[in-house]
């Protein structure tokens, strides 16, 4: 099969890696990739965003199977876009269109669809600049810590998480009206902040059959402790020692089974991969929000637990074959760190020359890249906020940590930083 995979992330990183060891991958091209998917296919200089582009590679390289990684392609309407050209209509694409893809797009469509469909999660209500005092009077009535939610994408950040009624009003005023987060704050979801232990479960879907892939914990706050502003994830576990059989049963009759039915009944064809974000209340799911594509830093913590053919279920997936598909999942244990830039998530420096790349330990870490790139030495240097993502693999939690931050402390460049506190939680839980 000849290949096009959409993205420059380590979850893109974490595909290549994974599609490379199919052997029905002939080709593998990655658009733009980074400096570390060139070892497993070939990168592309075309923006995620550039249809144009996308659609004549798709139409001269005879692509088989377009696999799109990051959410913004899909939120504009990239499955929509190909579908109308004859050429690449008949391409099978891994990623919902346009309609599928508010699940993640937008706040509010999200929580209106778990309210039609009755799929558990927290009280919400939204509000837009003419009716911001509304948002004011509403905050008053609600209980501490308050929730406040960007409606549309602010790439991971979009979420405050407010301890006194003073600090979520001047958040909603700076959100509404101050364009904190610019077009996808122009409407703000205020809901009940929901107390429990937070995990990610993942789901691969063709409209109508599903698979449940390996679930993980995430860790989104930059300092340890879970401390300091919100980043798009410092680290990931997976298994969760929490997400038992009987939670993971609550969680398909309660949420999946709910989610693929109300996709149907909306006349919503999604094919491609469902990220829910749970709160664990006292043994109950309940949603947090939707993600229309895997998670990252999760996917670096799933797909090395995935021991069957992973371009099978992304072929299967696309092709509506999914039933068809066997998964098997791997008892290992991954822990993934993520090594950011100094000053992310606010602003920081690119072109760092990065030192000890060289030095694998392949056995028991893999070393995923994502914001990097070469310079013109030939040298791997940093060029984005999170820059590497180091998955650690073992028997037991302990050893999945241990091997993950032993490959961490090979690694440096100028003003590294780390949460030294991944899987601590996991651990605690445990004893």
């Known amino acids: 099969m000849n290949i096009l995979l959409i993205g420059s992330g380590g979850r893109e990183n974490a595909f290549a890696w994974k599609i490379k060891q199919s052997e029905k991958c002939k080709n593998l091209w990655i658009a733009p990739g980074n400096a570390g998917s060139s070892a497993f296919g070939q990168n592309v200089s075309i923006g995620v965003n550039d249809f144009e582009a996308i659609k004549d590679f798709c139409i001269d390289k005879k692509v088989d199977l377009l696999v799109v990684g990051p959410e913004e392609p899909l939120v504009k309407g990239l499955r929509d876009f190909m579908a109308q050209v004859p050429e690449v209509a008949d391409i099978p694409i891994v990623g919902p269109g346009k309609s599928g893809a508010r699940l993640e797009g937008s706040k509010d469509f999200s929580k209106n669809f778990m309210l039609s469909h009755g799929i558990p999660t927290a009280a919400y209500a939204t509000f837009t600049p003419s009716t911001l005092q509304d948002g004011i009077d509403y905050l008053k009535k609600q209980n501490l810590p308050i929730v406040l939610k960007a409606d549309g994408l602010a790439a991971g950040k979009g979420v405050l998480i407010c301890g006194s009624y003073e600090e979520a009003e001047e958040s909603l005023k ?50 340890e402790g879970d401390t300091g502003p919100n980043t798009g994830g410092m680290g990931a576990i997976s298994p969760v020692p929490f997400a038992d059989r009987a939670f993971m049963s609550k969680v398909e009759e309660k949420i999946v089974k709910p989610t693929i039915s109300g996709l149907q009944k909306d006349g919503i064809d999604f094919r491609g991969f469902l990220f829910i974000g749970l709160m664990n209340m006292d043994g109950e799911p309940y949603v947090i929000e939707y993600n229309v594509r895997m998670g990252d830093p999760e996917t670096q913590a799933v797909l090395p637990r995935i021991n069957s053919d992973f371009l099978e279920l992304l072929n299967a997936t696309a092709n509506k074959t999914l039933k068809d598909y066997s998964l098997s999942i791997a008892p290992t244990t991954a822990a993934t760190v993520v090594m950011v830039a100094g000053g992310y998530p606010e602003a920081y420096e690119k072109g760092m020359p990065i030192s000890g790349l060289e030095k694998k330990n392949i056995k028991n870490a ?66």
Do not use: C
């Open 174 to 223: 700076d959100m509404l009206i101050g364009q904190k987060f610019g077009e996808a704050s122009t409407r703000v979801v205020i809901e009940t902040f929901l107390t429990g232990i937070e995990l990610s479960v993942f789901v691969a879907t063709d409209g109508e059959s599903y698979k449940i892939l390996p679930e993980a914990k995430d860790y989104k706050r930059i300092g």
């Open 366 to 431: 893999i070393t995923f890249h994502a914001g990097t790139n070469t310079n013109t030495s030939e040298q791997i240097v940093t060029n984005g906020g999170r820059v590497l993502g180091i998955t650690g693999l073992g028997d037991t939690v302990e050893k999945a940590i241990e091997n993950a931050y032993d490959r961490v402390g090979e690694i440096t460049w100028e003003k590294a930083n780390y949460r030294k506190d991944i899987g601590q939680d996991i651990l605690r839980l445990g004893n």
